[in-house]
């Protein structure tokens, strides 16, 4: 065990990853030595930042606690704190399960941790953070919680009714983060779409997204977890104006099917979601979707499936996931439906999909061949740079591998040509810097 070190794990999304940071920047302010996500965990206090939205996460989170509650009997490690998304949910039952963890916080009091330790909390660093992430970007949370129904989700009983952050506080974290170096933000929340609505009383994403945009220094600005419903359709002309905004927007359809969405609770149909996705190609002129599908809800038929499949073959999105329902306790959909649907039945019905997205994934990377892109360098590994186009988020979206003919410095732009495709990667030679 080692004295004054704070080891720290996030498990999760990148809004979890954002709680993560800033904490990471009040233990460091005090004198702590902090890691993330460490190789070896031996920190005098560890803390651990879970998920709580479904099953597997769930229980990913707990056995991360349990394998933590073994080492602080060995002595490997010292103070055992939980915080995060499954701890908000399960606050009572973990309290009496888990008495390893020396104190369990929630989704949002997780401050009080540096105060509980006799620390004092700097507010003047309330916007500030120590990135996990490579230096030149950076996730820009810019709300919390949903007031969305869906019928699966377990987000709003988790995170309660929807927090936008004030415009200023968000530019504020933007412009400290440019003096750091960072060039490239991803805009996320549970919804995007949704901003403004219960500050200012209107849509007002359309107008963060051009106040970021106007902040020099900012070269991408790219969106994550939009809504269909009620979408802002100014943010379209954003992002037709603004070079910095990327041709890029991740909003999550679910289904296709109408039975499937007023089941689900979605507040769209069938036609209206094919009319969204028209006009957001019409007016985005080479906007890649990202969407987020989901099979197995309660009362889905073969039918059912059969539309999301010839969906998918229409619409041809560039980037698609999905997951099979999880019947999670105290939503909609645990209190009115069964979940009848046999897991193997949701496995088939997801691989199918799957297999029909990765046909059309690779069609699209090889109808690249031969175009030139402006990419970001995100690391160099043995064989390899490796980058991305604006069209593709870390992590989650295809990378773009360039030949070491000639040095390339990580962190910059530089534009390339495609040479070859695989299904999920792109390969490349540079051409030059941007």
């Known amino acids: 065990m080692k004295k004054n070190k704070v ?10 990853l954002v709680d993560s940071e800033q904490l990471m920047r009040q233990f460091k302010a005090n004198g702590y030595t902090v890691t993330h996500d460490p190789d070896k965990v031996n920190g005098e ?18 056995n991360m606690i349990l394998e933590l509650g073994e080492a602080k009997k060995r002595g490997t490690i010292g103070q055992l704190y939980v915080m995060g998304c499954l701890s ?24 009080e941790l540096i105060s509980d330790l006799g620390k004092p ?3 003047d660093l309330a916007a500030d953070r120590v990135l996990t992430t490579p230096n030149h970007y950076a996730y820009l949370k810019i709300g919390e919680g949903c007031n969305r129904t869906c019928s699966y989700c377990s987000i709003p009983i988790i995170t309660g009714r929807y927090q936008s952050q004030p415009m200023e506080e968000i ?18 929340a549970q919804d995007l779409t949704y901003y403004g609505l219960d500050r200012y009383k209107r849509y007002a994403l359309p ?18 977890y939009a809504y269909p419903t009620h979408f802002p359709f100014d943010l379209l002309r954003v992002m037709r104006e603004r070079e910095n905004v990327c041709n890029y927007l991740d909003i999550a359809l679910q289904h296709i099917s109408d039975p499937m969405l007023k089941q689900m609770r979605r507040n769209i149909t069938k036609e209206e979601t094919y009319e ?27 039918q059912d499936v059969e539309e999301m499949v010839e969906f998918i073959r229409k619409t041809r999105f560039e980037r698609m996931g999905a997951f099979a329902y999880s019947h999670e306790t105290g939503t909609y959909a645990y209190k009115h439906y069964q979940d009848e649907i046999p897991q193997e039945v949701k496995q088939d019905r997801l691989d199918y999909i799957m297999r029909l997205q990765e046909r059309i994934a690779g069609e699209i990377s090889e109808s690249k061949v031969g175009q030139t892109f402006k990419v970001i360098i995100d690391r160099e590994e043995e064989n390899f740079y490796i980058g991305r186009t604006e069209f593709d988020s ?6 773009v591998l360039i030949s070491k003919d000639q040095p390339l410095s990580p962190g910059k732009f530089y534009h390339v040509k495609i040479d070859s495709a695989e299904t999920f990667d792109l390969y490349a030679k540079a051409i030059s810097p941007c």
């Open 171 to 188: 530019e504020k974290g933007v412009r400290l983060l440019v003096s750091q170096g960072v060039k490239e933000f991803q805009m996320i």
């Open 276 to 302: 969204l996705i028209q006009r957001l190609r019409e007016e985005v002129p080479g906007v890649h979707l990202r969407t987020t599908l989901m099979v197995g809800h309660p009362g889905e038929t073969e």
């Open 207 to 224: 107008e963060l997204v051009e106040r970021v945009s106007d902040i020099p220094g900012v070269e991408w600005l790219r969106l994550h």
């Open 45 to 62: 206090i560890v803390v651990v930042n879970t998920c709580g939205f479904i099953g597997d996460a769930q229980e990913e989170s707990v």
């Open 7 to 16: 080891d720290i794990i996030t498990l999760g999304c990148s809004k979890n």
């Open 394 to 399: 870390p992590e989650v979206d295809p990378e």
């Open 88 to 111: 908000e949910r399960f606050l009572e039952e973990l309290t009496q399960e888990l008495p390893e963890v020396n104190r369990f916080y929630g989704k949002f009091n997780w401050k």
């Open 121 to 123: 909390y700097f507010q």
